[in-house]
């Protein structure tokens, strides 16, 4: 899926890294990396393209990609980092073929723990539309 080639993406990629190492991971963020910066993802959705002989190779993803942060700057900051990264990219090289990926929305998410509560984590989300074929 085109999820584990943007992982690949993003841990080659030394402006990424340099903020958050190798603390990446699907869904959830481990609760031993504490306040550092780091970063989740997740498929959201996939869809393939079909034509009247059934299905095709060609499929949409949509990819989530969370940039956490002690600080809004740092979430920011590292938020520009995979975005100057991934949105334009492209790569036939692997498998699958990633033929496209654009960013289609960024937002900061809500602060936790609870409402009233001082925030310990800030977290800006990223949609990608990603193209590929398998």
């Not at 299905?55 to 993803?61: I, K, N, Q």
């Not at 990819?63 to 975005?83: E, F, K, M």
């Not at 937002?107 to 800030?122: K, L, R, V």
């Amino acid at each position: 899926m085109p999820e584990t080639r943007i992982v690949v993406k993003l841990l080659t990629t030394s402006a990424v890294t340099t903020l958050i190492g190798a603390r990446l991971r699907q869904i959830q963020r481990k609760t031993d990396w504490g306040t550092s910066d780091s970063i989740t993802y997740q498929r959201i959705s996939t869809d393939w393209s079909n034509h009247s002989t059934g299905t095709s190779t060609l499929g949409f993803a949509r990819i989530q990609i969370d940039c956490w942060s002690s600080t809004p700057l740092g979430a920011r900051t590292l938020a520009a980092a995979v975005r100057a990264a991934l949105s334009g990219w492209s790569d036939t090289s692997g498998t699958p073929d990633v033929t496209m990926c654009h960013l289609q929305n960024e937002q900061d998410m809500p602060p936790g723990p609870d409402g009233g509560e001082e925030a310990t984590e800030y977290r800006i989300s990223q949609d990608y539309f990603v193209q590929f074929s398998s």
